[in-house]
């Protein structure tokens, strides 16, 4: 993973949303409002919408200087160099993925509540380690739950540690001192009146 990059904060993913301009108008003010990382994800998405829609926000996270992650896809992050992929238990070796994108590439796993898992993913080259669901989630509303231990269990794997499901301002404290390096959101923020005030109160829960 890119030293440059930060490795606490908010990790933003995108809504689904199927007009690409409307999903940069909500994307955007996120951005500027401070998110560590985007993840693009659009499971209603055909190919050809994901590739317009991933080219798009490229081109904003590049001009603010955030990284852009995409979700499941390698191939579709190596052929519009992105800077990294996100990948759930059914999307492909984490092995493979680092070898097609390089040393650099910053490349997650979704680990559930397996620690197991998250052992596997880093010895195979994943940068950061996801568990949750730590909330219900509307995204996942059958997501099993994980417990808050597995954070600090984590630890010592010596990568930044992403807690995602059904997390907000209200509840993200918690976990971050549990050791959540980053809190990954999707309705928290884009589900929000204001989306730019949500990522600010998110970030406002990270100690400076």
């Not at 890119?2 to 909500?26: C, K, Q």
Request: net charge negative.
């Amino acid at each position: 993973m890119n030293a440059r990059w930060p490795r606490r904060g908010l990790y933003a993913i995108t809504p689904d949303e199927p007009d690409t301009h409307r999903l940069l108008a909500r994307v955007e003010p996120v951005l500027r409002a401070g998110a560590t990382w985007l993840q693009y994800r659009n499971k209603s998405a055909h190919e050809d919408l994901r590739a317009e829609q991933a080219i798009t926000l490229q081109a904003l996270c590049r001009g603010l200087g955030v990284p852009l992650i995409v979700n499941d896809d390698w191939a579709l992050a190596a052929a519009i160099g992105a800077d990294g992929v996100h990948l759930g238990s059914d999307d492909g070796e984490v092995a493979l993925a680092r070898h097609e994108l390089g040393p650099e590439a910053i490349i997650g796993a979704s680990c559930y509540a397996d620690l197991r898992l998250a052992r596997q993913a880093v010895f195979a080259g994943a940068d950061y380690v996801a568990f949750g669901a730590f909330h219900p989630s509307t995204t996942k509303p059958g997501a099993p739950p994980a417990p808050v231990s597995i954070l600090g269990e984590a630890a010592a794997l010596g990568v930044p540690r992403v807690a995602i499901g059904g997390i907000t301002p209200d509840n993200a404290a918690p976990l971050i001192a549990a050791g959540a390096d980053l809190v990954a959101v999707i309705s928290g923020l884009f589900d929000d009146p204001d989306p730019a005030a949500a990522t600010r109160a998110y970030l406002s829960l990270f100690p400076k």
